[in-house]
């Protein structure tokens, strides 16, 4: 015990953020099925609030050591501006810590003032960690460099030179903070895509299909925002609507209200929906899945529907016409061992077969991988998923993570995936590096 009352403050962080990884596999492994849903969902919820405070502690350290402790004997250390300086940066770091848990006790039909505070803050501190180490490692390689060529290392003033780190981070997250929060302000972008599409019938050429994905809502996207993607998607007259995922970040419940305007999506041919990793973790897929029913939106359970250019589904076809419009779980189902739910292809795609148009809708990139090794025989896969990393230095992470990043591939001659980069975000309201998109898929039929 005294031993771990000596370690650094940093060691310690990292420790409580591997003791409470371990618990939330634990939980998973042992306490998914034995604990009623609710307890669950609150130790879930729980469990993941703690795991990123216990993260983000150990850059909350670096950030107070760089901007306030590295001051203390600077000049400037006895001044009233450094004692309000450091009641910002306390408050800076409180509300960026306080965010995840909104989660748990600020969700609403529109997102609260704090909640969206409290968020900017998280994006803004993640800015300034990146930066900041952005910063030390040049001034370290700068040094380096100087002692390799046998020069003294100076220039600046000891005393001034402390504060000028920290100043620049604190100007760049300021000006990329502004930036991501109006960008993220926008309307989403209407993105048209035409896909050449074989096997599609000739009655269904030119199908329309508006593409929704990673909408969250719950702490910071609240009804507002959805009555505007609706009238979004209510403008482009689709044929079809599909949303991939991540569609709300709380219980049916509580968020009833916020959903509603789904119910006046004008879909000549239906609006279906499938499930994301943030489904999961709000424990409350049954639930979510009746109230959407009420909204005409028809999740796809690992099932599929034909659908022919007049709107009737099919179980066997009619000349043919006909195309299979199949959803699978998220994978991370299977990771949570949520009961009743987990990625089955051979069960979402029975029936749909390779002389017909196969459309496949798969939250994570990385399903939509999975699942044409096993079929590559399908026609398209919708995706969302990675945000387009939302904002910047996680774009980096979310294009090596994952197989598909954003925008549309050709895997093979007759086969195509498409990731939406997200039609809301995660959370933070910004977007750096990424835009949010209603994609409008046109296909085609090819030769």
């Known amino acids: 015990m005294a031993t771990l009352r000596q370690l650094p403050l940093g060691v310690k962080a990292a420790l409580a953020a591997g003791t409470v990884f371990m618990s939330m596999m634990v939980s998973r492994s042992y306490l998914a099925e034995n604990l009623e849903l609710r307890a669950w969902r609150w130790l879930l919820r729980l469990q993941l609030a703690l795991f990123a405070n216990s993260l983000m502690l150990m850059g909350s350290l670096y950030i107070w050591r760089s901007a306030v402790s590295d001051l203390r004997h600077s000049p400037l250390a006895e001044s009233a501006c450094f004692r309000l300086w450091k009641l910002a940066v306390v408050t800076f770091l409180a509300l960026a810590h306080s ?160 959903v509603a305007p789904l119910g006046r999506l004008q879909s000549r041919l239906g609006t279906y929906f499938v499930t994301g990793n943030h489904e ?100 398209l896969v919708l995706s969302g998923h990675t945000h387009a990393g939302q904002i910047f230095p996680l774009n980096v992470a979310a294009y090596l993570l994952n197989p598909f990043f954003a925008g549309l591939y050709r895997v093979a001659q007759t086969t195509f995936v498409y990731v939406s980069p997200g039609t809301a975000y995660y959370g933070i309201p910004m977007r750096l590096g990424s835009r949010a998109e209603i994609t409008e898929l046109i296909l085609h039929r090819a030769p």
């Not at 909640?115 to 998280?122: D, K, M, N, P, R």
């Not at 180490?133 to 001034?160: C, D, F, H, P, T």
């Not at 209407?190 to 096997?199: F, S």
């Not at 496949?360 to 079929?375: G, I, S, T």
């Open 99 to 258: 965010s995840f848990f909104t989660m748990l006790f600020l969700v609403a039909e529109e997102p609260y003032l704090f909640s969206l505070a409290a968020y900017s803050c998280l994006g803004a501190y993640i800015i300034m960690v990146f930066f900041l180490a952005i910063l030390s490692a040049m001034e370290q390689a700068s040094q380096l460099l100087a002692w390799r060529s046998g020069r003294a290392v100076g220039g600046l003033n000891k005393a001034r030179r402390p504060a000028l780190r920290p100043a620049l981070a604190v100007a760049v997250t300021l000006v990329l903070s502004v930036a991501g929060l109006l960008n993220a302000a926008q309307p989403p972008a209407v993105k048209t895509v035409e896909v050449p599409i074989h096997q599609l019938p000739a009655a269904m050429d030119n199908l329309k299909i508006a593409l929704l994905s990673d909408i969250h809502l719950g702490p910071t996207v609240g009804r507002t925002k959805m009555e505007m993607f609706v009238s979004m998607v209510n403008a482009l007259e689709p044929d079809v609507t599909v949303i991939v995922g991540d569609l709300s970040d709380s219980e049916a419940a509580i968020l009833r209200t916020a």
């Open 280 to 379: 999961y973790y709000t424990s409350d897929v049954s639930n979510w899945f009746t109230l959407l029913e009420s909204l005409n939106v028809r999740p796809l359970h690992n099932e599929n529907v034909k659908i022919s250019a007049t709107g009737a589904q099919h179980e066997g076809g009619e000349q043919g016409d006909w195309i299979c419009l199949a959803g699978v779980d998220d994978i991370e189902a299977d990771v949570m061992h949520y009961s009743g739910h987990g990625m089955d292809l051979v069960k979402a795609l029975g029936g749909c077969s390779p002389d017909h148009a196969t459309i496949l809708l798969a939250h994570q990139p990385l399903a939509a991988k999975r699942a044409l090794q096993m079929r590559p025989d399908i026609n």
